[in-house]
């Protein structure tokens, strides 16, 4: 593991402790500093006019850092939006790409160009997929570029005030506000608010009520692995049950901010594993494995930076993460989605 990578793991778990511990503290002063500007930031901001988008726009966002399910949550959002006779489509950011500039998604696309978890919206959902530093351009740009689609859900962005939203899905996981304190000292990227804001829903996406505010809560499950040329062709009948892998050694690598949220769910099924955790958005350059591994399994937000022709003997097992969402979340977004009567 890295320094940085090491230095992150640290952070962490201070972050999350529900006592402030003692690097929390001797953070505290530059988080401080990080309110101040923040508070600097969101004057600035207030003073200039959000920009509004030709449909209807769904953030879903956390005011902590990583880890609350975010991207699954888009992903069940969208497809709900689907099943509803909706034609979604997705802004991003693209976080870790190469470029700022507003682009579209595409299946061939890799993580480099467009960020690995707008990839895996776009091969999950099959809806258009645009990515830019500024969403609300992006946002443009898909509109214009596809004039079906009737709702954009923006892939984080809670914080981006410049874009102009109906509505507000905010996440939590079970791990709620950690120590409840500001970066670098917690996981806060902003303040929790004392209340709702008025067009804004909460969805704790661990199982568990975590925060004071009151919200829904999802399921998240894991039931099958695929090889990894079979997941990027979308073929599913390679697919196989979980447990199917029980007493096979396991390396189990996840680049995420919360990988062992994915180590546990694995081990809770009977799997045995070595456990590789990777710093979120991991860009697999290289294979962080030994040479010789056997089998790895990993998550789909890995697997797209992974290329089957790189990996020699080993075989790879790709567990796609679903979020069942809870009853009347969907017509709960939809009314606050639909303009006034």
Same mark, same amino acid.
């Given at each position: 593991?890295?320094?940085?990578?090491? =230095?992150?793991?640290?952070?962490?778990?201070?972050?999350?402790?529900? @006592?402030?511990?003692?690097?929390?503290?001797?953070?505290?002063?530059?988080?401080?500093?990080?309110?101040?500007?923040?508070?600097?930031?969101?004057?600035?901001?207030?003073?200039?006019?959000?920009?509004?988008? +030709?449909?209807?726009?769904?953030?879903?966002?956390?005011?902590?850092?990583?880890?609350?399910? &975010?991207? %699954?949550?888009?992903?069940?959002?969208?497809?709900?939006?689907?099943?509803?006779?909706?034609?979604?489509?997705?802004?991003?950011?693209?976080?870790?790409?190469?470029?700022?500039?507003? @682009?579209?998604?595409?299946?061939?696309?890799?993580?480099?160009?467009?960020?690995?978890?707008?990839?895996?919206?776009?091969?999950?959902?099959?809806?258009?997929?645009?990515?830019?530093?500024?969403?609300?351009?992006?946002?443009?740009?898909?509109? !214009?570029?596809?004039?079906?689609?009737?709702?954009?859900?923006?892939?984080?962005?809670?914080?981006?005030?410049?874009?102009?939203?109906?509505?507000?899905?905010?996440?939590?996981?079970?791990?709620?506000?950690?120590?409840?304190?500001?970066? +670098?000292?917690?996981?806060?990227?902003?303040?929790?608010?004392?209340?709702?804001?008025?067009?804004?829903?909460?969805?704790?996406?661990?199982?568990?009520?975590?925060?004071?505010?009151?919200?829904?809560?999802?399921?998240?499950?894991?039931?099958?692995?695929?090889?990894? !040329?079979?997941?990027?062709?979308?073929?599913?009948?390679?697919?196989? %049950?979980?447990?199917?892998?029980?007493?096979?050694?396991?390396?189990?690598?996840?680049?995420?901010?919360?990988?062992? &949220?994915?180590?546990?769910?694995? @081990?809770?099924?009977?799997?045995?594993?070595?456990?590789?955790?990777? $710093?979120?958005?991991?860009?697999?350059?290289?294979?962080?494995?030994?040479?010789?591994?056997?089998?790895?399994?990993?998550?789909? &937000?890995?697997?797209?930076?992974?290329?089957?022709?790189?990996?020699?003997?080993?075989?790879?097992?790709?567990?796609?993460?679903?979020?069942?969402? %809870?009853?009347?979340?969907?017509?709960?977004?939809? =009314?606050?989605?639909? $303009?006034?009567?």
């Amino acid at each position: 593991m890295t320094l940085a990578a090491r =230095a992150e793991a640290l952070l962490v778990r201070h972050w999350w402790q529900r @006592q402030t511990t003692w690097l929390a503290w001797l953070l505290w002063p530059l988080s401080l500093v990080y309110g101040v500007l923040l508070h600097w930031h969101g004057r600035r901001q207030s003073r200039v006019t959000a920009q509004a988008l +030709p449909v209807p726009v769904l953030v879903v966002g956390n005011h902590v850092v990583g880890g609350a399910g &975010k991207t %699954p949550t888009v992903i069940a959002v969208v497809q709900a939006l689907q099943q509803a006779g909706k034609h979604p489509g997705v802004i991003s950011r693209g976080h870790g790409r190469r470029a700022d500039t507003v @682009q579209a998604v595409r299946p061939d696309s890799t993580a480099q160009e467009v960020g690995d978890e707008p990839l895996l919206i776009q091969r999950r959902c099959g809806v258009p997929v645009w990515v830019g530093r500024d969403r609300a351009a992006a946002g443009r740009a898909l509109c !214009q570029a596809h004039a079906e689609v009737d709702v954009l859900v923006s892939d984080d962005g809670l914080q981006h005030s410049a874009l102009a939203r109906q509505a507000e899905l905010i996440l939590f996981d079970e791990r709620g506000v950690g120590n409840g304190l500001l970066l +670098p000292a917690g996981p806060l990227r902003s303040p929790l608010p004392a209340a709702l804001p008025a067009r804004a829903l909460v969805l704790y996406t661990g199982g568990r009520v975590s925060t004071a505010l009151p919200g829904a809560l999802a399921l998240r499950h894991i039931h099958v692995a695929c090889p990894l !040329q079979a997941w990027r062709a979308g073929d599913h009948s390679q697919c196989q %049950p979980l447990q199917g892998l029980r007493g096979r050694p396991l390396l189990a690598a996840a680049g995420m901010a919360a990988p062992e &949220k994915f180590f546990g769910m694995l @081990q809770a099924l009977g799997l045995t594993l070595q456990r590789l955790p990777l $710093p979120d958005h991991h860009a697999y350059t290289t294979l962080p494995w030994p040479a010789g591994t056997a089998d790895v399994i990993t998550t789909e &937000k890995d697997a797209v930076k992974l290329d089957p022709a790189r990996l020699g003997g080993t075989r790879v097992w790709v567990v796609p993460l679903d979020l069942t969402l %809870p009853s009347g979340l969907l017509a709960d977004l939809i =009314a606050l989605l639909s $303009p006034a009567p």
